[in-house]
């Protein structure tokens, strides 16, 4: 089992930063993707970023260049920080964590994009 609290949202300014952080506990070392989806109201769940076991990084390619995914490993945590915001970026974002058995999600974190 894999545990995962997700902090770091709420309102900011178009234009403005925020960053997400992901704490993971259980069985961290059967994680190998630890990442971030967003959804809206009557979209499906979209993903943000990911960073594997090894760093490796992805993103959509609409967050290129302005969210950047890093990883804490002496605390087991997942960072997303998010610049030059836009509020078409509006969403509640939810952290996961991916095993080779099943897909772990935190409860979600509100992000609100307005002036």
């Known amino acids: 089992q894999v545990q995962l609290v997700e902090s770091g949202g709420g309102l900011v300014q178009p234009g403005g930063s925020l960053r997400l952080s992901c704490a993971a506990s259980?069985?961290?070392?059967?994680?190998?993707?630890t990442g971030w989806y967003r959804q809206t109201p009557g979209k499906q769940r979209e993903l943000v970023a990911r960073?594997?076991?090894?760093?490796?990084?992805n993103y959509a390619d609409s967050m290129k260049g302005r969210f950047t995914i890093s990883r804490d490993s002496a605390k087991n945590t997942v960072h997303l920080q998010m610049n030059s915001l836009k509020p078409e970026d509006t969403a509640l974002y939810y952290c996961?964590?991916?095993?080779?058995?099943?897909?772990?999600w935190g409860q979600g974190t509100q992000v609100t994009v307005s002036s």
């Open positions: 259980g069985n961290i070392f059967s994680i190998y993707f």
């Open positions: 960073i594997s076991s090894g760093d490796i990084t």
């Open positions: 996961y964590a991916q095993t080779t058995t099943k897909n772990y």
